[in-house]
């Protein structure tokens, strides 16, 4: 057993060893293995299977130093209820009035101890710097040397300098070249494709948590090719898929393709092995609204960096137009890949991410266009198309992303506009609060759906556990902390800092999911990169998708049929051990989010 995060702290060999010679962790111990901010809610989880009628013992926090000193004592309580998916109740060791920063363990005499953990301000510092270069980790079209990426170094792959323009495309403008230039980005998963649809909910997501959290990014130093040039480094990881973005807009008439990508999925070797023929794919509805939605949203944030990035807003906001307009003559261009294949060559079986219900797409994209210009002719569609009720965010469903944009929007900048009448403004306030109260609400029904047998708001609904779980996890925590913004209460807070501990591990599983971090961390992502590159470590920041039962990779070996168990680090296993870019994102957020809170 190695435990990289004693390593990682800097322990002496002698504490280390003085560790392992203690009793053994034990894997019904279910705890963050990051860390706690000294004053926040610090809990561990003990899996009752493992302790069969062992409530009521005491448990010790230990201090990883020379003396091992006990530095608190407690007793196990029974959770309040039966866990959802074991049915049984776990045993709580409640530790959230040690303040005391350090490095701990906690310890069951007799039973064993948890993985160690740290008390310190700010103890998500390097998890959240590392969940944002997962992204520089993950560009295409660019050499990765080592001055940046360590270990990773590798040459650039997939240069799209000249991309296919594929018999999807209806397009006369194209009928004399069939190719196009279309480089950087980032590869969107594990595989080496690039879809506008899922970098629009990801640059979306990314932005709000700059805008939301300037200060927790104002000095957070990626080490990237583009650090110290005046702007945040998380911006300026954004721009490099957002000038990606950029060149997938048809300048002659505003549509955006669907996606760039090889016919089929590649093989798993490293981006520079790859040489197959790359195509962009079908302009599509759901596209051009989610470019227009991620441009103008884009548009919005970099205004109070007009000054260091000159005319980038104001093509910002013409392609986020234009691509509306697109997408008001072509309401209805779905994306069927089945359909599409059977009419043009080649067949193209990658990613679809393809969405038939888009009333939310023209929803978010609405607000957001009326927020950057202010023109009153989105007012009817924000109206028309507001859903009835939010759901946790997704690709494919992007409305509760513009009922937040619409939430925290003020009345400021929208007076003495001409055009705008009294009705107008009324009009406006009126879908102002309602998205208020339709972000509220849903985290309401977060709060109120717990799993008691590990005390967190992920697992509450059996919906939770399905491809990409994970993010599910972190998206609840973006509701949360959004209704915290809005209200101030701390039950959204500390409800999102659950899910913060479940994703680090306080979950049925013990795995930290966050590759690199914690002592029990995927080792076997689905990422093409980290499975080819011969380095055994994976890629570090990478959220993986997390349990699911539906298990759609059939591979061997999962570990149980039970929901929240239905999870093994396989490369092999995509549908629960993959990465996306779209997972990362209010993975993000999350921690920026805590970590701005536990600084109040």
């Known amino acids: 057993m190695t435990f990289p995060l004693l390593l990682s702290i800097g322990l002496s060999c002698s504490l280390h060893a003085q560790?392992?010679?203690?009793?053994?962790?034990?894997?019904?111990?279910?705890?963050?293995?990051?860390?706690?901010?000294?004053?926040?809610?610090?809990?561990?989880?003990?899996?009752?299977?493992?302790?069969?009628?062992?409530?009521?013992?005491?448990?010790?926090?230990?201090?990883?130093?020379?003396?091992?000193d006990t530095v608190f004592r407690g007793e196990l309580q029974s959770t309040p209820a039966a866990d959802l998916y074991a049915?049984?109740?776990?045993?709580?060791?409640?530790?959230?009035?040690?303040?005391?920063?350090?490095?701990?363990?906690?310890?069951?005499?007799?039973?064993?101890?948890?993985?160690?953990?740290?008390?310190?301000?700010n103890p998500f510092d390097a998890v959240l710097k590392a969940a944002v270069k997962a992204y520089y980790y993950n560009r295409a079209s660019m050499d990765?040397?080592?001055?940046?990426?360590?270990?990773?170094?590798?040459?650039?792959?997939?240069?799209?300098?000249?991309?296919?323009?594929?018999?999807?495309?209806?397009?006369?403008?194209?009928?004399?070249?069939?190719?196009?230039r279309a480089p950087g980005g980032w590869y969107d998963a594990g595989d080496y494709n690039k879809y506008i649809v899922n970098s629009g909910i990801t640059v979306s997501t990314l932005l709000e948590a700059l805008t939301d959290y300037p200060s927790v990014f104002a000095s957070l130093d990626l080490g990237i090719p583009e650090s110290d040039k005046g702007l945040p480094d998380l911006l300026n990881e954004i721009l490099y898929n957002l000038r990606w973005m950029l060149k997938m807009q048809d300048p002659a008439d505003g549509g955006v393709y669907h996606k760039l990508t090889s016919a089929n999925f590649d093989r798993m070797e490293m981006p520079q092995s790859d040489q197959a023929k790359r195509y962009v794919i079908q302009k599509t509805t759901a596209a051009a609204l989610d470019f227009a939605a991620a441009t103008s949203s884009a548009a919005r944030s970099?205004?109070?960096?007009?000054?260091?990035?000159?005319?980038?807003?104001?093509?910002?906001?013409?392609?986020?137009?234009?691509?509306?307009?697109?997408?008001?003559?072509?309401?209805?261009?779905?994306?069927?890949?089945?359909?599409?294949?059977?009419?043009?060559?080649?067949?193209?079986?990658?990613?679809?991410?393809?969405?038939?219900?888009l009333q939310d797409e023209w929803y978010q994209t609405a607000v957001s266009l009326l927020l950057m210009t202010k023109d009153k002719r989105y007012l009817p569609?924000?109206?028309?198309?507001?859903?009835?009720?939010?759901?946790?965010?997704?690709?494919?469903?992007?409305?509760?992303?513009?009922?937040?944009?619409?939430?925290?929007?003020?009345?400021?900048?929208?007076?003495?506009?001409?055009?705008?009448?009294?009705?107008?403004?009324?009009?406006?306030?009126?879908?102002?609060?309602?998205?208020?109260?339709?972000?509220?609400?849903?985290?309401d029904q977060l709060t109120q759906q717990i799993n008691p047998g590990f005390s967190t708001v992920m697992g509450g609904r059996a919906t939770d556990f399905s491809w990409?779980?994970?993010?599910?996890?972190?998206?609840?925590?973006?509701?949360?902390?959004?209704?915290?913004?809005?209200?101030?209460?701390?039950?959204?807070?500390?409800?999102?800092?659950?899910?913060?501990?479940?994703?680090?591990?306080?979950?049925?599983?013990?795995y930290c999911f966050v590759t690199g971090f914690g002592s029990l961390s995927p080792l076997h992502p689905h990422h093409r990169i980290s499975i080819a590159d011969d380095i055994e470590d994976p890629i570090p920041g990478f959220l993986v998708g997390g349990p699911n039962p539906g298990r759609q990779d059939g591979v061997k070996g999962y570990p149980s049929k039970r929901a929240d168990l239905s999870y093994i680090d396989n490369d092999q296993a995509y549908s629960v051990n993959e990465v996306a870019i779209n997972w990362n994102a209010p993975w993000v957020y999350l921690l920026a989010a805590i970590t701005a809170a536990e600084k109040k």
């Not at 409530?55 to 091992?68: S, V």
């Not at 392609?319 to 069927?336: C, I, N, Q, S």
């Not at 500390?494 to 591990?505: E, F, P, T, V």
């Open 381 to 443: 569609v924000i109206a028309h198309d507001a859903p009835e009720h939010l759901n946790i965010p997704s690709w494919s469903d992007v409305g509760a992303v513009g009922a937040i944009w619409l939430s925290k929007a003020t009345a400021k900048g929208f007076e003495n506009i001409q055009g705008w009448s009294a009705e107008d403004h009324h009009t406006l306030a009126a879908l102002q609060q309602s998205a208020k109260a339709a972000v509220i609400h849903l985290a």
């Open 468 to 510: 990409g779980s994970n993010s599910s996890a972190a998206n609840q925590g973006w509701i949360l902390m959004t209704a915290y913004l809005l209200t101030h209460k701390n039950i959204y807070r500390d409800a999102a800092l659950g899910n913060l501990d479940y994703l680090l591990g306080r979950n049925a599983t013990g």
């Open 19 to 68: 560790f392992l010679n203690a009793d053994e962790p034990a894997g019904g111990i279910r705890a963050n293995q990051i860390g706690y901010a000294p004053y926040s809610t610090k809990i561990a989880i003990m899996d009752s299977y493992l302790f069969p009628g062992q409530h009521k013992l005491p448990f010790y926090i230990i201090a990883l130093n020379q003396f091992a």
């Open 302 to 357: 970099l205004a109070a960096y007009r000054n260091k990035l000159p005319g980038l807003t104001d093509s910002l906001r013409q392609a986020a137009v234009k691509a509306w307009d697109w997408a008001k003559t072509h309401p209805l261009v779905v994306y069927d890949q089945d359909a599409m294949n059977r009419k043009n060559r080649p067949k193209i079986t990658t990613g679809a991410y393809g969405d038939k219900n």
């Open 87 to 121: 049915k049984k109740v776990n045993y709580l060791a409640d530790f959230s009035k040690l303040s005391r920063e350090g490095h701990y363990y906690l310890s069951i005499p007799g039973q064993g101890v948890s993985y160690p953990f740290i008390i310190q301000q």
């Open 144 to 180: 990765l040397t080592a001055r940046y990426a360590g270990r990773w170094a590798r040459k650039a792959g997939h240069p799209d300098t000249i991309v296919y323009i594929h018999s999807s495309v209806a397009s006369a403008a194209h009928s004399k070249n069939n190719t196009l």
